[in-house]
């Protein structure tokens, strides 16, 4: 917790009396924007009024259509109930209407004599449903025409499906026309089937959907589109109704008619902007802000949502809604005066059950430079586009798999490096069987298997407010073991949350309680010369000491001084500060060093005497070519160690760990290099050096790999010709993963120089806990390689000076039996007073 | 009820860490945070039994070392709201020496810890 913000008032009010934040406008972005404020503390800055068009609370828009499909109830949409409105001081007219801004005198007029005066005002007004220039929609009081519809609010909602479950004529299937087959268009459409309807999609464009998809794409959901059993007509355009009382069917602009007995209008949206151009503010298609999300006529006037016009753009989709509303709650409050909105990137799914379908971004190429990649299965619904600029995601169309979505979605948002291998991007490349997709998946399905935790509980923690990834795995602890399930985890959140994950700003933070980054975490401690954890608590956090966060700072301190930092042993976790593995019964595991898994006949004597002389309940080799004496009390680990006389194997901490090798050219008959000689070497130089993550390497002395090499976190690889592969960023843990090529060279000597070279570029660059296999998917194998390899930022005589400054100053920790490093080390537990 | 227990001297645990002391028939741990304050709660933690002195200590709070459980150690209140564990009031006097308040009332039974017991009790049950 950060601690109370006292220069957060900004007004004329002064500490006692509140000023007055009106707002107008109770939908989605309205209400979201209040939750943002106080969750910033806004409730105590604001006495807070708020204007809803709806006599509901506020709900969910984007569900609507799972409303009128049928498959979720009205009551299941609701963000806000009313309650939520009283719980937080809230005033809220319900169903009252706003007829006027007065800026001048800083008032609101509302239907049936409402006045509320501001001091702040915000506008989100959103949008309304745009009915096209149709001839005869409208009766004589412009209302529209019995049987027409739009499909806005949750009233459209209930008139719709009224209207889909009237009854007929000699009980004929109503017959259902919607204007508009874009997102919404088709998604009513759907809902309308779902009530027995015939539908015909009646759209101006000649393909479905053609904001979003290509011809090619709108052609394949076309198909889709009519084997669910909707008549599409495209290219159509509506110029009239007809019917007398009510609608009877509708008139095209070639003279053809349809007959039907109800119309949906889903031709896009209109941003409410009146109340606002009425009142003297800058209105083009919606009322124009700045990146403050403020009106540049009036500063105590802010815009957010669908109403609001950023840089000439007006948003209809949920997400960029979301960051507006953050970046207004922060300047608002005070608590960001610098905070800005920078416009928001699109992507969008469509919710119709038998069809998936998502895209984002651009759907052509704007020029020859950009690269398509491109899978197209027609007969099977399947067509999948990339559109790749500068080796970065600039467009995709996903229809019919759905699978690399999640991972596209994040490479778009986040403007990330693509992998090199194109087809990896469209598809699962050897991974076996199809997951079941979110829906399928049973509410007791195990999400984390090392923590027990089930889909169900996942949801209810996010049902109970908790609405980013890291506070739900923090209170359920789901993804908190190996982490291998955090993807799904974070997947689940999102489903839960419909799409609409709140932000977490401390997820970009080296540790949640100090606001900086790694690099700007790693330059304040440089610049102002801080050695230890408490002072980085003292001088760059509030003082506050999280416990969670000291192996991370300690770790970072070591890298940054190399290894001449000044340890406080309490900020180690418990492993580094006994050297050894904490077992699951407070007992210790103990690794000597085993370089290459080589050992002699002496140190094995010894291992199996220590084993015996204090009684050792396992002995174990371990992964690593390593032997393991698991079950040492923490008060024999400084007699086992020195009974042992041999160094310490590194095998517990976030540091490098081990080489396996293979037998190498010495004795194998298809060994290609001196590959144990190598994984020798490469311990002796690199033992003890703490990172980020763990670091296990190997070497194969021919491609066979019998030492698993391309699973590394660093693995060199013999090859004919007495080259050397490298090969970064592999696993084969909870995450399996294929190391990538970083180079071939000619020598051991340039296997520990490059290899050193990306170690000690890991060293300064991953986030703590970070592995190489994310770390090198993150940075891009392009960019490593132009870095470590072709020295293309001019960094690498710095890099190798620091790796070998780290790595002279390691040393065997296992000395501490002689002389320990803090009083009682390897005590447990320590008898009282009145025992002495 | 409460009786005070001499348990031992600050110095005996390092800064900003934790040690357990065995009193009779009760094994308690106690802490000593780099701010000065002086902690003591049972020494397993209810989840899984884990050491809690060896685990991380801040200011006030404390991150169990098997599976990252952290505890208020002013309440004894987990984050998740499940398994509290036990707090008992410290002092420490001039010479540095920590006396514990215990209930009166054993609030374990079985064998007496001792030093280097290597079979740590089962888990605590919920309450």
Not at chain 1, 533 to 556: M, R, T, Y
Request: charged fraction near 25%.
């Amino acid at each position: 917790m950060t601690g109370s913000n006292t220069n957060g008032t900004n007004g004329t009010h002064g500490a006692r009396g509140k000023r007055r934040l009106v707002v107008i406008g109770n939908g989605m972005a309205g209400a979201r924007t209040v939750e943002e404020i106080l969750a910033r503390g806004g409730g105590e800055l604001f006495d807070i009024v708020m204007f809803g068009d709806e006599p509901y609370g506020n709900y969910n828009r984007i569900l609507l259509s799972n409303v009128v499909s049928g498959v979720q109830d009205p009551s299941e949409i609701f963000l806000n109930s009313l309650p939520w409105y009283e719980a937080n001081g809230i005033k809220l007219h319900a169903g009252v209407r706003v007829t006027k801004i007065d800026r001048l005198t800083g008032q609101v007029f509302g239907e049936g004599g409402v006045v509320e005066p501001y001091d702040k005002l915000i506008i989100a007004t959103g949008s309304r449903a745009f009915v096209p220039p149709i001839k005869g929609a409208h009766d004589a009081d412009g209302r529209l025409r019995p049987g027409l519809f739009t499909f806005r609010t949750l009233d459209d909602c209930h008139a719709i499906m009224a209207a889909a479950t009237q009854a007929t004529e000699g009980e004929r299937r109503v017959r259902a026309a919607v204007i508009g087959g874009g997102l919404l268009g088709l998604e009513a459409a759907r809902g309308l089937i779902n009530h027995g309807c015939e539908v015909h999609v009646i759209h101006l464009s000649t393909h479905l959907m053609n904001m979003q998809l290509d011809p090619a794409a709108g052609a394949i959901l076309r198909s889709s589109m009519e084997a669910m059993g909707v008549t599409l007509h495209l290219g159509a355009l509506t110029a009239g109704v007809l019917g007398e009382d009510r609608v009877t069917g509708l008139a095209f602009r070639d003279d053809t008619t349809l007959e039907c007995d109800m119309v949906v209008i889903s031709a896009g949206i209109q941003p409410n902007t009146s109340l606002a151009a009425e009142c003297g503010l800058t209105v083009e298609r919606g009322i124009v802000v700045d990146n403050h999300m403020r009106s540049p006529d009036d500063h105590d006037v802010y815009v957010v949502g669908e109403c609001a016009q950023h840089r000439g753009v007006t948003y209809g989709l949920v997400a960029p809604l979301w960051e507006q509303a953050k970046v207004l709650a922060d300047h608002i409050t005070d608590r960001n005066p610098n905070a800005m909105y920078m416009g928001s990137k699109l992507a969008t799914k469509l919710k119709v059950m038998g069809i998936e379908l998502a895209s984002m971004g651009v759907p052509e190429p704007a020029g020859a430079e950009d690269e398509v990649v491109l899978f197209s299965e027609p007969r099977r619904g399947r067509y999948k586009k990339l559109i790749i600029r500068n080796g970065r995601l600039v467009g995709a169309i996903m229809l019919g798999d759905l699978d690399k979505v999640a991972y596209l979605t994040q490479a778009f948002d986040r403007n990330s490096p693509l992998p090199e291998e194109r087809l990896e991007l469209l598809f699962d490349l050897g991974t076996p069987g199809k997951k079941v997709t979110l829906d399928e998946m049973p509410v007791d399905a195990q999400v984390c298997n090392c923590n027990g935790v089930s889909k169900g509980a996942i949801g209810a923690c996010v049902g109970g407010g908790r609405r980013t990834p890291k506070l739900v795995m923090e209170a359920t602890r789901a993804g908190m073991g190996c982490g291998s399930c955090k993807g799904l985890v974070t997947e689940l959140v999102t489903w839960f949350c419909g799409g609409q994950v709140d932000d977490d700003p401390t997820a970009h933070y080296y540790v949640p309680t100090i606001p900086m980054n790694k690099k700007e975490l790693t330059e304040a401690i440089r610049a102002r010369g801080i050695t230890s954890v408490s002072d980085i608590f003292n001088e760059l956090g509030d003082g506050h000491v999280d416990p969670g966060a000291k192996p991370a700072l300690a770790s970072l301190l070591s890298v940054v001084w190399k290894g001449q930092h000044q340890e406080e042993r309490d900020a180690r976790f418990i492993n580094d500060r006994v050297h050894g593995n904490i077992q699951k019964d407070g007992t210790f595991s103990v690794v000597p060093e085993m370089p290459g898994g080589i050992c002699q006949p002496d140190e094995l004597r010894r291992i199996a005497d220590v084993a015996d002389k204090y009684r050792v309940p396992l002995v174990k080799l371990t992964g690593g070519q390593r032997i393991d004496l698991v079950g040492v009390k923490k008060e024999d680990l400084p007699d086992v160690w020195r009974d042992l006389g041999m160094p310490a194997g590194f095998a517990w901490g976030k540091s490098y760990r081990t080489c396996k090798s293979c037998i190498g050219s010495e004795y194998c008959r298809y060994g290609l290099g001196d590959s144990m000689d190598l994984a020798v070497k490469i311990e002796r130089r690199f033992r003890g050096l703490e990172s980020p993550g763990k670091l296990k390497l190997a070497t194969a002395g021919c491609p066979r790999n019998c030492s698993e090499a391309l699973v590394k976190d660093v693995g060199a690889v013999a090859v004919e010709g007495g080259k050397w592969e490298i090969y970064v960023g592999g696993a084969a843990g909870s995450h399996i993963r294929k190391g990538d090529l970083l180079c071939v060279v000619d020598s051991h000597d340039d296997v520990l120089r490059l290899g050193g070279r990306f170690i000690q570029y890991y060293r300064e660059n991953a986030k703590y806990k970070e592995r190489t296999y994310t770390f090198v998917e993150r940075i891009g194998i392009e960019r490593l390689r132009a870095i470590i390899v072709d020295d293309s930022e001019k960094l690498a005589a710095e890099l190798d000076r620091a790796l070998d400054e780290s790595a002279r100053a390691t040393k065997d920790p296992w000395l501490e039996r002689d002389v320990p490093a803090t009083v009682n080390q390897f005590r447990s537990a320590l008898p009282v007073v009145t025992d002495r | 009820m409460a009786t005070s227990h001499k348990v031992g001297t600050v110095d005996e645990i390092p800064l900003g860490e934790g040690r357990n002391f065995d009193l009779p028939g009760h094994r308690i741990a106690v802490f000593r945070g780099r701010d000065g304050r002086v902690f003591a709660t049972q020494s397993e933690c209810p989840h899984r039994g884990g050491p809690l002195a060896d685990g991380l200590l801040g200011d006030g709070a404390l991150v169990c070392p098997l599976h990252e459980w952290r505890f208020d150690l002013t309440t004894g209140a987990t984050e998740n709201g499940a398994c509290p564990i036990e707090i008992y009031r410290t002092s420490v006097a001039d010479d540095g020496s920590i006396s514990v308040e215990l209930p009166t009332v054993a609030i374990r039974v079985g064998p007496l810890a001792n030093e280097g017991d290597r079979h740590p009790p089962a888990p605590r049950a919920k309450a």
